[in-house]
């Protein structure tokens, strides 16, 4: 599948964003069995997973965002969605969309997010 992100920007500490992925190019019951994930690189960093979601909607989050963080997907509209609250100024990186099914993965370009303190 071809992953469009969207939904980064500049946002000040404690604030919100959500972002975005649409999943262009695939019908929905391709979409619907993917896994789908979100990762993040801060310059310097290593890239590292976010919060990822199954085909059947059991989450899991890295620890820094449990709590501040929510994936979700919306299989009629190929989506999926991270919402963002509590903002940190760690949280600065660029975000991916991610897409798994089996051994096929594939990646989004990046949407920026950066909170300023």
């Known amino acids: 599948v071809q992953l469009q992100a969207s939904g980064g920007g500049l946002v000040q500490a404690g604030g919100s964003l959500r972002l975005s992925c649409v999943a262009q190019?695939?019908?929905?019951?391709?979409?619907?069995?993917?896994?789908m994930a979100w990762y993040r690189q801060a310059p310097g960093n290593q890239r590292e997973l976010v919060a990822s979601?199954?085909?059947?909607?059991?989450?899991n989050y890295a620890d820094s965002v449990k709590g501040r963080f929510t994936i979700s997907r919306d299989n009629s509209r190929k989506t999926v969605s991270l919402r963002m609250n509590s903002l940190k100024p760690d949280d600065t990186a660029l975000y991916y969309c991610?897409?798994?099914?089996?051994?096929?993965?594939?990646w989004g370009q990046g949407t920026q997010v950066t909170v300023s303190s």
């Open positions: 991610y897409a798994r099914r089996g051994g096929t993965t594939s």
């Open positions: 979601i199954t085909a059947s909607g059991i989450t």
């Open positions: 190019r695939a019908i929905t019951s391709v979409f619907n069995s993917h896994e």
